[in-house]
């Protein structure tokens, strides 16, 4: 499957993994209320650190390895039966801990049902395989059954989550996403050729590299999900909720920054083992460019309309959420960095001791901010914290790519991203006096400010535009009879 068709069913992927909490995020806000939210996204936090462990560090590792031998299935079913041996006895180990854990911790203990309900996910871990259909470039398969689970999720949380006391059907909703994923996985996997065999392991080559990538991912992990624990730990279940209601829609967004790195993983690394260093430059700068041209003015526009926004989207109770969200837009770009400068070049070209280094540093910087400023600022301090660790992020990921691979980027889109998107603040401050009714200034804001900021993209000769431009108009003459 060509690159661009592995982008479009990866993008429209994550298209819907936005879509989907935009959908449900005003109800499940409504419904449960901040609290209740907010004990949900602590649970989850939490059962996802001890998958972390679990995994070793299977889902970038694995796509590397089976990309190189994408073609002979015979050698990919060898490979898979031993990462799953692996990972098989790490989830034995970690689920012993995880019961401990929710039996004798007095925060986990007091939600100790809510926690078994979902730790079913964590057992699951082994099955866990979306890795093995990313590295075959198979993402039209994942993109057709996402959409069809997603779907019977949505129809059942409409039926039976109703009342704030719903938390528990909630939850079982989410596991049964997860299973059913899984299910999914597993038989068509199986009926297109993949074989699970106990004949001819090769553990001990992949062990070493499967913890150097697990500390990675676990330092990921603690990166990304710490914020929630500690506001959990150390301030109230109400700002978990802020928090976490604010970082929604960050999280979305930059999904389709995981989908465009995740479509060019296995390309990359098929083609760094062809020594094929030119065609990588090129991919890495578009998707740079396309990166910059999307990403500035999404941070910008979710900055302005924050306070607009959030009553509208997640409801009053949730008025905490807008200085969090305000404060998190800036993370945009510093996450669309992180995805390219860490998971594309430094992971992809063998590097990962240098992004474990960083990851590991952020993860450190970051905790010790949270003890500084959760306890006096709540969400707010949380949201600082992770725009400046992730910030630290990206300036010593540039430093690495800089000083240890021949990967140069030009920075003239995000310059002209910036640039471009300045005129935002003028139509903000126009709408806003003018408009007292939020759909219509939200409307009216977006459409206009995109209608500008492609018009003077255009007019700067931005090639990505003119391209867009081009494609939608021969798609219109073809349909003219």
Request: hydrophobic residues 55%.
């Amino acid at each position: 499957m060509s690159i661009k068709k592995n982008i479009f069913y990866n993008v429209s992927l994550s298209v819907l993994n936005v879509l989907f909490p935009i959908i449900t995020a005003p109800y499940i806000s409504r419904v449960l209320g901040v609290e209740n939210v907010g004990v949900v996204r602590f649970v989850m936090a939490n059962v996802g650190y001890f998958a972390l462990f679990a995994t070793l560090g299977i889902g970038f590792y694995g796509v590397r390895e089976l990309a190189k031998y994408r073609d002979d299935q015979a050698k990919c079913s060898q490979i898979f039966s031993s990462l799953f041996t692996i990972v098989f006895c790490s989830t034995l180990v970690v689920a012993l801990l995880f019961v401990l854990f929710i039996n004798f911790i007095p925060e986990f203990r007091e939600h100790r049902l809510l926690f078994s309900l979902y730790g079913i996910t964590l057992y699951l871990t082994p099955i866990t395989m979306d890795w093995y259909f990313q590295a075959k470039e198979n993402f039209r398969m994942i993109t057709i059954r996402s959409l069809v689970v997603k779907l019977l999720a949505l129809a059942s949380l409409f039926i039976f989550v109703r009342e704030r006391s719903d938390v528990v059907p909630y939850i079982l909703i989410t596991v049964f996403s997860i299973v059913a994923t899984n299910v999914w996985n597993l038989y068509y996997a199986f009926n297109t050729g993949l074989r699970l065999t106990l004949c001819k392991l090769d553990l001990r080559r992949h062990i070493k590299p499967m913890f150097v990538f697990m500390s990675s991912n676990v330092a990921i992990g603690v990166f990304v999900m710490i914020n929630i624990v500690m506001l959990g730990f150390l301030s109230s279940y109400e700002q978990v909720g802020y928090y976490t209601s604010a970082n929604i829609i960050l999280i979305a967004v930059t999904g389709l920054l995981a989908a465009v790195s995740t479509a060019l993983l296995p390309r990359l690394s098929f083609n760094d083992a062809q020594k094929d260093d030119e065609t990588n430059a090129v991919l890495l700068q578009k998707t740079f460019d396309l990166n910059a041209l999307l990403i500035v003015p999404m941070a910008v526009g979710l900055c302005l309309v924050a306070s607009r926004f959030v009553p509208l989207f997640f409801g009053n109770e949730f008025a905490g959420s807008i200085v969090p969200m305000q404060i998190l837009s800036f993370n945009f770009i510093f996450v669309m960095f992180n995805y390219l400068l860490g998971f594309n070049v430094l992971m992809v070209f063998g590097y990962e001791k240098k992004y474990l280094l960083t990851v590991v540093c952020a993860a450190f910087l970051s905790f010790v901010l949270n003890l500084l400023f959760i306890s006096y600022y709540g969400a707010m301090g949380a949201a600082i914290v992770a725009v400046v660790a992730n910030g630290f992020s990206s300036g010593c990921f540039l430093y690495f790519v800089n000083k240890f691979t021949k990967i140069r980027f030009r920075w003239k889109a995000i310059r002209t991203a910036i640039v471009f998107s300045l005129p935002f603040f003028v139509l903000y401050y126009l709408f806003n006096m003018l408009m007292i009714h939020d759909i219509m200034f939200l409307c009216a804001f977006v459409c206009l400010s995109a209608a500008v900021y492609f018009f003077l993209q255009f007019k700067a000769k931005n090639y990505l535009v003119h391209q867009m431009v081009e494609l939608g108009i021969s798609r219109l003459k073809k349909k003219k009879p």
